[in-house]
């Protein structure tokens, strides 16, 4: 399912995290939102996604921030180190959408990409809810993201 508005996304890659400690957390500083990517190939690097979890919400000083968690490599599940089961129960446990990509064959990329722009819309109503609108009610603004680039950080 495609989104109904029209968002433009600028999207920055980060294969060597590890490497650069200081870049990483000026991205974080400056991402409205993040892809936590791992490898269902490699348990390693699905353990890495808890301490780039915990230091996003640290930099940007809040208790939770748009994410979704992403395992990648889904075309590679005969080399599956990490379940589905372990993704979703991670997901639930940080408060984040949950999808298995393929960035090889193009297998749900959009649909991660997506569901990344509803969170971090979602997070930016619930911070500036419409003039009326009631308690917990998150009114659509038709043109909220147009003309307006989000910055999204593939972790």
């Known amino acids: 399912m495609f989104l109904t508005l029209p968002a433009k996304k ?3 890659t980060s294969p060597h995290f590890h490497t650069f400690s200081a870049m990483r957390e ?5 991402g409205e939102g993040f892809l936590l ?6 348990r ?20 939770q921030f748009p ?18 089961a372990e993704g979703y129960a ?3 446990e940080i408060g984040c959408p949950f999808v298995e990509t393929s960035a090889k064959q193009r297998v749900n990329v959009d649909e991660a990409f997506n569901d990344l ?3 971090i819309r979602r997070f930016n109503k619930e ?19 147009v003309g307006k680039g989000c910055k999204c950080v593939v972790m």
Do not use: W
């Not at 990517?37 to 490699?42: D, I, N, R």
């Not at 390693?44 to 208790?63: A, N, P």
């Not at 889904?74 to 990490?82: F, M, N, P, V």
């Open 10 to 12: 600028s999207i920055r």
């Open 26 to 30: 000026q991205y974080m500083r400056t």
């Open 37 to 42: 990517v791992y490898s269902m190939t490699s």
């Open 44 to 63: 390693s690097s699905f353990e890495e996604i808890s301490t780039y979890y915990h230091q996003i919400l640290r930099v940007k000083d809040r208790d």
């Open 67 to 84: 994410m979704v968690l992403v395992a990648n490599k889904c075309d590679l599940e005969q080399e599956r180190e990490i379940t589905t």
């Open 90 to 92: 991670f997901a639930r």
């Open 117 to 119: 722009v509803r969170e």
């Open 127 to 145: 911070l500036n809810p419409l003039p009326g609108s009631a308690p917990g009610h998150l009114a659509s603004q038709p043109n909220d993201a």
